[in-house]
């Protein structure tokens, strides 16, 4: 009964397994510099996995999803900022104390709760004008594209809170007030969320509100005719994935310990899209394959072609699109369920002629 099960196990929760044991060993293979980079990565990952909910499962393709990310991280790092007193760019800007405002960022749990409520309360207001309009498609996708030029500027804009384009850097590495964390001690905190956010995915997506997620997806006019009201689904996944991408940027800080208005606008919303659908969109292991090896990929090649691993990666992502549509992951389990469907017809051709 096990071997039958694993045996038609879908080929990317194998893949699953495989990743997540070479996650678990990673910190004792490689290098503290190498064990950084990937503790990076992993904070990524959460960042893949809340878009996947949202583009892979339901359709929605947000081109401004780093706002809900940055938002989070923000906080988080204007938290750890004031807790040292009023930072010098303040200072330098004439404030002298730290706004009423900004008081409840000092108690370091009320800023982790404010860390993922602001991007869960951005997405549910942004999906509630955005979705009662009946806007979906490419101009929701331009929509979002809007808000990360709109917020990146904004922060830019808020030079004597934010330090402008210069970001807030010098960042410790520890959660929830908690004293310095060392590297390996960070690096499987980071994993165990990542478990606990792909285990809650899992299980989301397998219960009667993920398969209308995918319902969405495949034909919303359908499930319309059958009764249901799509606009409440998708603005309740869309507040799920601002909020674990608001969890991923509460954990970027203390892993990077530096953010600037980059990590909340147009470039890391592109990158998170190339991540996903490199991997496969609508099945989660794409998200987690994708964003470890293009990651990766950059590091190494701009490690060893400096002057033109950009153009590398650019054709790869070109290579991709053209040739491989669904992803690599998507490539594979297509492939799966092509040899599964020709086993089933060549079984019944045989069992049909024994007769």
Known sequence: MLRQKLKNMPVNRYIDMGAFLFLAVFPLLFTPFRTELMAKVLVYIIFAISLDLLWGYTGLMSMGHAVLFGSGGYIIALSYTFLKGVPWYMQQAGVEKIPALFSPLLNPAAAFLLALLIPGLIAAFLGTFIFSSRISGVF????TLALAQIFELFVTNQHEYTNGSNG????ERSLLGSGPLSLNALYYILFAV??????????LTNTRFGTVLQAIRENEARLTFLGYKPNRFKIAVYVVSGVLAGLAG????????????TEVGLTLSTLLLVWVAIGGRGNLTGAIVGTILINWAQTLLSEQISDYWMLIMGIVVLAFVFFLPAGLIGKLISSQYARASARRRNAELEQKEAC
């Open 140 to 143: 929701f996708s331009l929509i």
């Open 168 to 171: 807030l850097g010098g960042l």
């Open 194 to 203: 990542v478990l606990l956010v792909y285990f809650f995915c899992i299980w």
């Open 250 to 261: 509460v954990l970027y800080i203390p892993t990077n310990g530096f953010i600037s208005p």
